[in-house]
């Protein structure tokens, strides 16, 4: 099938370009430390937003997960060169490199079942929701949407894990994967980042309210976990 070869096709591609990535980052090539491996990051911004749309739909969800180290690639590029402030242009296709990676993932969350929420959490989606909104000492990005929406996913994800879901796909609660994503979370210094995204009136004032909603989040789970 024409579907199942091109998932196949960017799955591949997106591992590839993230081995290559991973190994620049640990000096097992010459290339420069700014150097972006290949193929083009408009190509695998373009595979991340294909994937995007394959997660959506149920019916073909499972066959991108499904793709072995794919998860573990999205999550690495999640990441990209995050913190390396360079030229605009380049600078702007590394952030949609970021951004389209997290969107998979937040797919992932939303509309997968409890082997997806684990698997999530396997690949340290905890350190990568708390990443995605941190500003102090730069490690993160100001980016007021990629803070609201790191905000927003720590909110939902523990919620989730630690009450359950309803909606399809329903869940029960899963509180070890709660524990382990919070213990992901302190390693990166993310309840001190929600206590001062809470004094943040950026995003018309939505980035306090979720930072709220976090803490929220994050102290339920203490008192009931």
């Known amino acids: 099938m024409e579907s199942d070869y091109q998932i196949k096709e960017a799955g591949r591609a997106i591992i590839s370009f993230s081995d290559s990535y991973t190994q620049n980052k640990q000096g097992k090539r ?33 066959q991108v997960i499904q793709i072995p180290k794919l998860l573990k690639s999205i999550t690495t590029l999640s990441l990209y060169k995050i913190g390396i402030h360079i030229g605009q242009e380049l600078g ?76 399809q796909p329903s869940l029960q609660p899963l509180p070890l994967l709660a524990r382990r994503t919070d213990e992901q979370m302190e390693e990166e210094g993310a309840r001190e980042e929600i206590d001062a995204q809470m004094n943040n009136n950026g995003f018309d004032g939505n980035i306090s309210v979720w930072a709220n909603e976090a803490k929220e989040a994050t102290l339920n789970r203490f008192i009931q976990g």
């Not at 010459?30 to 695998?44: C, H, K, M, R, Y």
């Open 30 to 62: 010459n290339e420069q430390p700014d150097s972006d491996p290949t193929p083009s990051l408009v190509e695998i911004s373009g595979y991340l937003q294909y994937l995007i749309d394959k997660i959506f739909d149920n019916n073909t969800r499972k």
């Open 92 to 167: 702007q296709m590394r952030l949609e490199i970021r951004c389209n990676s997290r969107w998979c993932l937040f797919w992932i969350r939303l509309k997968g079942d409890e082997q997806d929420q684990s698997e999530l959490v396997n690949n340290g989606y905890g350190r990568v929701m708390s990443i995605s909104f941190s500003t102090a000492g730069g490690k993160g990005e100001e980016q007021d949407k990629e803070i609201r929406l790191g905000l927003r996913s720590i909110y939902w994800f523990l919620s989730e894990l630690h009450l359950g879901r309803n909606w």
